[in-house]
C-alpha cells in the first residue's frame, strides 16, 4: 500500500518537475507564454512586467486587434492580433514577440492545428506557444455569448522583445482594451465629467478674470472712496463708447486686442500640444488622443482664422483712411457689425468644450471626419456654424474696405501714390472676396450633411470627400497669402522709413504682390499631391508653385536694395523687420522645396510641412505685426514703446522661435507624422529640445505684454512723427483726432510743391 501510494507520488512529483521547467522562464523571452491563473492575474494587473523593468508601457509598441463591428449570439468569429513597433534590430526566425488576450465573455480558443497559439490549462485567455513567440501576429477564434444584447470586453497585450534574452533593457509591451457590442446591444455612452485640460484652463482664466475684477474693484472702492454702484457706473462711462463705437480708430484696436488675445489663446493650446509631445506618451497619460485631436484643431483655427485675420484687418482698420486721407470707411456700422461677430463666432467655435467636445477634424475641417456617421462631436457643429460668422465678418470687411479704397481717397492720392501697406489691403481684399464665399458654401453644405442628413459630402451615398478638400483649398491657399500679403505691406512700411529711403522699386513690389495674389489662386492643388489627383493638374500646380517665388523674391530683393542704399536705423521695429525678412525667406525655400511632387508625397503628413508653415505664419506674419505695433503704437497712443524691452522681446523671440521649428525640419525628415499624439521613441530628445524652447518661445511674449501696458502708462511722449514716417498718417496728430484729419489732406509730389 506504501509502494503503490510512493510510486503515485513519484509520478506526481515527476510531472511537477517537468511542469515546473517547461515553465520556467528562458533568455527567449517566456516562449511558452502565460501559462499560470496566478500570473495571468499579475498580467491583467500590472502589464508585461516580464519584459519591462519599468513596467511601463510605450507607445513605441502598437497593439492591433481586429474585432467584427458586432457580434451575433453563438457566432464563432476568425480574430487577429499583431503587433508592430519595438526592438527593429531582429533576424528572421529570432524570439520576436509575444501575447496575452482575454475576453470577459464567450470563448476563446486556437485555431485547429494552429501550433502558434494555445489556451492553457482550460484558462480564459489565450497566449503564444514556444513556435508562436517567433512572430508578431497570430490568428485565433472567439465564440460570442448565447446573448447579443451584452458587451464583452477586450485586453490584449503585446511584446515586442530583441531576442537578446536580457527580459528588460530591449524589451517592450503595450496593451489594447476594446469593447464589442451584441447586434441588439444598447449603447450607452457614459459622460466623462472630469473636465479636459483645455476646459481647465478656461476656467483658470475666468477664474483669473473674475478675481482680477473684484481686485481692481475694491481697490477703485478703497483708495477713492466711492460706493460699488459709482465705481460701476465710472468703468461703464469709460466701456461703453467701445461698445457703441463706429470709430475706424477704435474699431481698429478693438480688432487689434482681440486678435491678439486669441493669438495667446491659440499659443497656450500650442503649448499643451508640446508638452504632449514633450515624449511619447500613452492615451490619457497627459492628453487623451481625443482631446489631443480637438485641441491642434483648436490651435488652428484659432491661429489662422481669430489671430491672424483679427490683427490684420485691425491695423487696416486704423490705417487705411489715415493713409488715403479720409475720416473713416465707407460704411462705419457695417464696420461695427464686422468686429462683433469675430468675437462671436470665436465664442460660438469655443462653445465645443462645454458641450462634450470640441471640434476634433483639424483646422481643414476635412470629410468624411466631419461629416460621416463617426463625426458626432458636438464641437463640430459649432466650429462649423462659427466659421460661417467668421466668413460673413471677413465678407463684409472686404467690401467696406474695397468701396473705401476705391471711392474715398484724398485730393493727390492716386493709385499708384498709395503707400505699399494700403496695396497690400487692397489685393488681400479681393482675395477675401474670390475666396470666402467659396468656402462659406462650402460650410453650409456641410451643416446641411451633419443637421439634414444631406449626402453632398456622404461617401456611401456616393459623394466624393475629394470634393471638401477643392472648395477648401481654393479658399485656402489663397488664405495663406490673405494673412501674408499684409504683412509684406507692414515690412515695406517699416523698411522704408528706417533705411532713411523710399522704397526701391514701387512699381515692381505693387505687381508682384498682385501677382501673387492671381497665382495663389491656381496652386492650392500642391495641397492635394497625395489624392490621386490627375497628373497633369498636379505638374501644372507644381510648376506655377515655384513660380510663385519669382515675385516673392522681387520683393525680398527690393527690401534689401532698400536698405543698402539708405542709412540703416536699427530701432525694435526694424529689427523685427528684419528677422521677418529671415524667417519667411526660409520659410518660403522649404515652401519651394515642398512643391516638388515626389518630395511632397513623402514629406506631405511630416513635421516638415509643420516647420515650413509656422515660418510663415508665424515667422512671417505675427513676426512682421509685432513689429507693427511697435512701429504704429506711437501714432495709436501718443507713448513710445521702452525700446530695450523692445529689443529684449526680440531677442528671445527670435532665438527661441528657431531653436523650437528649425528642428521640425529635422523629426520631419526623420519620419515623424504630423496630427498624432504620439511618435517613435527614437525622436524624444528632439523632441524634447523642441517643447522647451516652444515654452521660452511662448513665455517670451508676456514680455511684450508688459511692454505695451507699461508704455500705455509711463512711456514717453512721441510726437506726431517720431520715426520720419513718409505716409499721411504721420500728417497728423498722435493719437489722431475723432475725424482723424482736422481738413482732409491733399498729397503733392516735390514736382508740384515747385
Not at 520683393?555 to 521695429?573: C, D, E
Request: a negative charge.
Amino acid at each position: 500500500m506504501i509502494s503503490k501510494n510512493l510510486r503515485k507520488l513519484s509520478i506526481g512529483f515527476l510531472i511537477a518537475i517537468l511542469v515546473a521547467i517547461t515553465a520556467f522562464p528562458t533568455g527567449n523571452g517566456l516562449p511558452t507564454g502565460i501559462t499560470d491563473q496566478n500570473t495571468t492575474e499579475t498580467v491583467i494587473a500590472n502589464g508585461c512586467t516580464c519584459h519591462n523593468t519599468n513596467n511601463d508601457m510605450t507607445s513605441s509598441v502598437i497593439v492591433n486587434l481586429t474585432l467584427p463591428e458586432n457580434f451575433t449570439s453563438g457566432e464563432t468569429y476568425t480574430i487577429t492580433l499583431n503587433i508592430s513597433g519595438g526592438p527593429n534590430d531582429l533576424s528572421e526566425g529570432e524570439n520576436q514577440g509575444g501575447f496575452f488576450v482575454t475576453a470577459s465573455d464567450g470563448e476563446l480558443a486556437p485555431i485547429a492545428n494552429d501550433t502558434f497559439v494555445q489556451k492553457p490549462f482550460g484558462f480564459t485567455h489565450l497566449t503564444h506557444t514556444t513556435e508562436g513567440n517567433d512572430y508578431r501576429g497570430w490568428t485565433f477564434e472567439w465564440t460570442a455569448p448565447s446573448e447579443d444584447d451584452v458587451s464583452v470586453q477586450f485586453v490584449a497585450y503585446g511584446n515586442s522583445v530583441s531576442g537578446a534574452g536580457d527580459g528588460a533593457q530591449n524589451d517592450y509591451w503595450n496593451k489594447q482594451a476594446i469593447t464589442l457590442y451584441g447586434v441588439n446591444a444598447v449603447i450607452e455612452i457614459e459622460e466623462n465629467e472630469d473636465l479636459s485640460g483645455p476646459q481647465k484652463l478656461i476656467y483658470a482664466f475666468a477664474i483669473i478674470a473674475v478675481t482680477l475684477s473684484v481686485v481692481v474693484i475694491g481697490n477703485q472702492m478703497v483708495t477713492k472712496d466711492q460706493g460699488f454702484e459709482d465705481v460701476l457706473k465710472g468703468y461703464w462711462k469709460s466701456i461703453y463708447p467701445w461698445l457703441t463705437t463706429t470709430d475706424h480708430k477704435y474699431v481698429g484696436i478693438m480688432y487689434i486686442c482681440t486678435g491678439f488675445a486669441w493669438f495667446f489663446i491659440g499659443g497656450i493650446l500650442g503649448l499643451l500640444i508640446r508638452w504632449q509631445l514633450m515624449e511619447p506618451r500613452v492615451d490619457g497619460d497627459f492628453l487623451t488622443y481625443e482631446e489631443y485631436n480637438s485641441t491642434f484643431t483648436m490651435h488652428g483655427t484659432t491661429m489662422i482664422f481669430m489671430a491672424a485675420m483679427p490683427i490684420i484687418f485691425g491695423f487696416a482698420n486704423y490705417l487705411i483712411p489715415l493713409q488715403i486721407g479720409a475720416r473713416d470707411l465707407a460704411f462705419p456700422r457695417l464696420n461695427a457689425l464686422s468686429y462683433w461677430l469675430l468675437p462671436t463666432g470665436g465664442i460660438v467655435i469655443y462653445m465645443g468644450y462645454f458641450t462634450g467636445g470640441a471640434g476634433d477634424v483639424g483646422w481643414t475641417g476635412y470629410t468624411p471626419y466631419s461629416s460621416g456617421d463617426t463625426a458626432t462631436t458636438p464641437g463640430t457643429d459649432f466650429w462649423v456654424v462659427g466659421q460661417i460668422m467668421l466668413g460673413a465678418s471677413s465678407t463684409l470687411t472686404a467690401i467696406n474696405f474695397l468701396v473705401t479704397m476705391l471711392r474715398m481717397r484724398a485730393p493727390g492720392v492716386t493709385m499708384m501714390r498709395l503707400p505699399l501697406f494700403a496695396w497690400s489691403i487692397l489685393i488681400t481684399v479681393f482675395l477675401l472676396l474670390l475666396s470666402i464665399p467659396v468656402f462659406t458654401v462650402a460650410l453650409i453644405l456641410l451643416m446641411a450633411d451633419r443637421t439634414f442628413g444631406t449626402l453632398y459630402f456622404n461617401v456611401e451615398a456616393g459623394a466624393d470627400p475629394i470634393l471638401w478638400q477643392h472648395l477648401f483649398w481654393y479658399f485656402g491657399h489663397p488664405e495663406v497669402y490673405i494673412v501674408i500679403l499684409p504683412a509684406f505691406g507692414v515690412l515695406s512700411e517699416i523698411i522704408t522709413t528706417f533705411s532713411r529711403r523710399p522704397i526701391f522699386g514701387y512699381t515692381s513690389m505693387v505687381y508682384a504682390m498682385a501677382t501673387i495674389g492671381i497665382i495663389s489662386f491656381i496652386v492650392y492643388g500642391h495641397h492635394m499631391f497625395t489624392t490621386g489627383a490627375d497628373p497633369l493638374f498636379r505638374f501644372i500646380v507644381m510648376l506655377t508653385t515655384m513660380l510663385v517665388a519669382v515675385p516673392t523674391g522681387i520683393k525680398i530683393f527690393n527690401w534689401l536694395a532698400t536698405m543698402t542704399g539708405g542709412s540703416i536705423v536699427l530701432k525694435t521695429p526694424m529689427v523685427f523687420a528684419l528677422g521677418t525678412v529671415i524667417t519667411f525667406t526660409i520659410g518660403g525655400i522649404t515652401g519651394i522645396v515642398l512643391a516638388s511632387i515626389p518630395i511632397d508625397i513623402a514629406l506631405h503628413d511630416g513635421y516638415f510641412v509643420v516647420a515650413h508653415f509656422h515660418y510663415v505664419l508665424v515667422g512671417g506674419t505675427i513676426f512682421s505685426f509685432i513689429g507693427g505695433v511697435y512701429y504704429w503704437f506711437p501714432k495709436m497712443t501718443g507713448k513710445m514703446m521702452n525700446e530695450k524691452l523692445g529689443l529684449f522681446h526680440f531677442a528671445m523671440s527670435f532665438i527661441f522661435f528657431n531653436a523650437a521649428f528649425y528642428p521640425m525640419h529635422n523629426v520631419g525628415l526623420s519620419g515623424m507624422p504630423r496630427r498624432y499624439a504620439t511618435y517613435d521613441a527614437a525622436l524624444t530628445d528632439m523632441n524634447e529640445f523642441i517643447s522647451i524652447a516652444a515654452m521660452i518661445f511662448g513665455l517670451a511674449q508676456l514680455i511684450f505684454v508688459y511692454n505695451v501696458f507699461y508704455s500705455y502708462k509711463n512711456g514717453e511722449e512721441a510726437g506726431d512723427d517720431p520715426w520720419d514716417g513718409w505716409s499721411l498718417e504721420w500728417a497728423t496728430s498722435s493719437p489722431p483726432p475723432h475725424n482723424s484729419f482736422t481738413e482732409i489732406p491733399t498729397l503733392k509730389v516735390a514736382e508740384e510743391e515747385e
